[in-house]
């Protein structure tokens, strides 16, 4: 059972397929043992098979079990509705990510109405030290885990004492900010969604091209992120 979720485990971010030899290398797995966990799978219609390329790709029931998530009450089904609207306010596109671990998981989205948008995908998988949504997710982390969480992610060459003063920005002004850190020509804006007890469950993000990020704009974003940040936690 395990090994089959290692295999599923895989296909996260992989929108192109992944061959047995890759799949067998990412898991430590013999070819042979691969051809029989995906064997397994397909059989019950968690991936499906390119007979023209030879790759593997994920099938319909792993997206049942998505929808599943998508529509349990959980906070991205709670935060839909309140993200639309943002979108429309802001024109740009929206995205809701929660902490696994040491990463950031993408779990909804609401994308920007205009034809240069940032195009995002769900299940994304990024990392926690990048991006409007990472420092968020470490500025309102549990227990004054941030620096915990630092120790653990941080590459030896990045600067510590720039990422811990735009953490500290963050706390100060309820919001973060981020300028093509993770990804040229793209800026975004982040805000914690906090439940009752106060505790950060998410990070609601507006993401575009940094050319419609000026200093005026970005603080215009900020206070809109925030507030429908607080909205969706009152719902909660």
């Known amino acids: 059972m395990e090994r089959a979720l290692d295999v599923l485990l895989c296909f996260a971010g992989e929108t192109a397929g992944l061959g047995v030899t890759q799949i067998a290398e990412k898991v430590g797995l013999y070819k042979s043992t691969v051809h029989r966990i995906l064997a397994a799978l397909e059989a019950k219609g968690f991936v499906r098979h390119d007979g023209v390329t030879g790759r593997y790709q994920l099938g319909l029931k792993a997206l049942e079990l998505a929808s599943v998530y998508l529509t349990s009450g959980d906070v991205p089904t709670v935060a839909y509705s309140e993200m639309a609207l943002l979108r429309d306010r802001a024109q740009e596109t929206v995205s809701l990510y929660v902490r696994d671990g040491l990463e950031r998981v993408r779990v909804q989205r609401a994308e920007g109405p205009l034809a240069v948008r940032r195009v995002v995908g769900l299940g994304e998988r990024l990392p926690l030290y990048l991006g409007a949504s990472g ?36 706390l100060g002004q309820g919001w973060a900010v981020s300028l093509e850190e993770r990804e040229a020509g793209v800026a975004s804006v982040a805000a914690p969604v906090l439940d009752r007890v106060g505790r950060c469950v998410a990070a609601l993000a507006i993401s575009g091209p940094v050319t419609r990020f000026d200093a005026e704009s970005t603080a215009r974003l900020g206070e809109l992120v925030m507030q429908s940040a607080k909205v969706i936690g009152y719902r909660l």
């Open 135 to 170: 420092k968020v997710l470490l500025a309102w982390a549990p227990g004054g885990d941030c620096g915990a969480l630092l120790d653990q992610i941080l590459p030896a060459e990045f600067d510590r004492g720039a990422l811990a003063g735009a953490i500290g920005d963050a």
